[in-house]
């Protein structure tokens, strides 16, 4: 099974100020149509997962620009430009290529 | 608008039986994969397999198969995950949810919409 890995775990994060996290698979995510199968979620407490970012770099309906990914093969970054008291939660990412898809353990951030 | 309203909280004993449901709205049921996803007290998530309404092709996660049951009912718009024998580790919360695109064919597994979860409590 495809193993995912992110760096860092928790993440103290300035208002105003940019942010990243790193996504990293035991596999290749680069399908033959030319697409990697790598997908961003956030979890705030309480709440279910909420789809940010599709396909490595694609924004899902409502997300804020502020929200961008990259990334290719097995390597990717979640990048947040300016960070907003309203960013803390859990991301994940997640890879949808190989069966079964696997999350990575979630690094949660928080606002200083 | 896309809405998966889940079941109630439920509390079992371990051997009991359980059904929880996932009622959706805002789209065509049997135009999209649904699936389930298990997440333990305090701990990640962890995908456990995916219905297509429309013809009732299942997968599940290797790690799950043979321990739940996930099923469809097309006139109620509403996915089903179910146990026959419950045990303590099953105590987590569990989302449904809508896989991305459209179609039977699977080319990817991840999902856009969630429904907001059924807390599933065993113990003795």
């Known amino acids: 099974d495809i193993v995912m890995t992110q760096t860092p775990l928790s993440l103290a994060a300035t208002p105003g100020q940019p942010a990243s996290i790193s996504c990293k698979s035991t596999?290749?995510?680069?399908?033959?149509?030319?697409?990697?199968?790598l997908y961003w979620y956030r979890q705030k407490s309480g709440q279910s997962p909420q789809l940010l970012i599709y396909e490595v770099s694609s924004r899902f309906s409502g997300v804020p620009d502020r929200f961008s990914g990259s990334g290719s093969g097995t390597d990717f970054t979640l990048y947040i430009s300016r960070v907003e008291a309203e960013d803390v939660g859990i991301y994940y990412c997640m890879q949808g290529l190989h069966f079964p898809p696997a999350f990575g353990p979630g690094t949660k951030l928080e606002i200083k | 608008e896309v809405q998966l309203v889940q079941s109630g909280a439920e509390v079992k004993k371990p051997g009991e039986s359980l059904k929880i449901s996932c009622k959706v709205s805002g789209y065509r049921f049997t135009n999209y994969w649904i699936g389930w996803v298990r997440q333990m007290p305090g701990k990640g998530l962890e995908w456990m397999g995916i219905?297509?309404?429309?013809?009732?092709?299942?997968r599940y996660n290797p790690s799950f198969q043979g321990q739940i049951t996930i099923s469809a009912d097309k006139s109620t718009n509403t996915a089903y995950l179910q146990w026959s024998s419950l045990k303590a580790s099953d105590t987590a919360m569990y989302f449904c949810?809508?896989?991305?695109?459209?179609?039977?064919?699977?080319?990817?597994?991840?999902?856009?919409?969630w429904g907001q979860g059924t807390l599933v409590a065993v113990s003795s």
């Open positions: 219905i297509f309404p429309g013809d009732s092709d299942v």
């Open positions: 949810a809508r896989h991305g695109y459209s179609g039977s064919k699977l080319k990817t597994y991840y999902f856009d919409y």
């Open positions: 596999q290749s995510l680069l399908h033959s149509d030319g697409r990697s199968y």
